[in-house]
Nanobody
Framework: QVQLVESGGGLVQAGGSLRLSCAASGDTICIASLGWYHQAPGKERELVAGISSGGTTTYADSVKGRFTISRDKAKKTAFLQMNSLKPEDTAVYYC?????????????WGKGTLVTVSS
């Protein structure tokens, strides 16, 4: 079992920055990759950024150049540095873990943290 707890969300003005954290616990050795997704009201949940166990990153086109995903060396915490925030970034941000490195483990989600960007 893997537990994910997000933190760092809040209210920020357009152009500002936030840093989200995702603390993983449980069978963290099983985590193959970590990612951040967001979901705005009435819209589909979509990938914002992901990072593999080897450090390979991927970003949605909408956040390239503004957001940076990273992780600690133990892979127990993932971060999302969000700069130059825009009102359209407003959403609930969810941490995601692929724990398929171990049998009997799958995909896990955090409960989400709300990011609101005012214009």
């Amino acid at each position: 079992q893997v537990q994910l707890v997000e933190s760092g969300g809040g209210l920020v003005q357009a152009g500002g920055s936030l840093r989200l954290s995702c603390a993983a616990s449980g069978d963290t050795i099983c985590i193959a990759s970590l990612g951040w997704y967001h979901q705005a009201p009435g819209k589909e949940r979509e990938l914002v950024a992901g990072i593999s166990s080897g450090g390979t990153t991927t970003y949605a086109d909408s956040v390239k150049g503004r957001f940076t995903i990273s992780r600690d060396k133990a892979k127990k915490t993932a971060f999302l540095q969000m700069n130059s925030l825009k009102p359209e970034d407003t959403a609930v941000y969810y941490c995601y873990a692929d724990a398929s490195d171990c049998p009997g483990h799958g995909h896990y989600w955090g409960k989400g943290t709300l990011v609101t960007v005012s214009s």
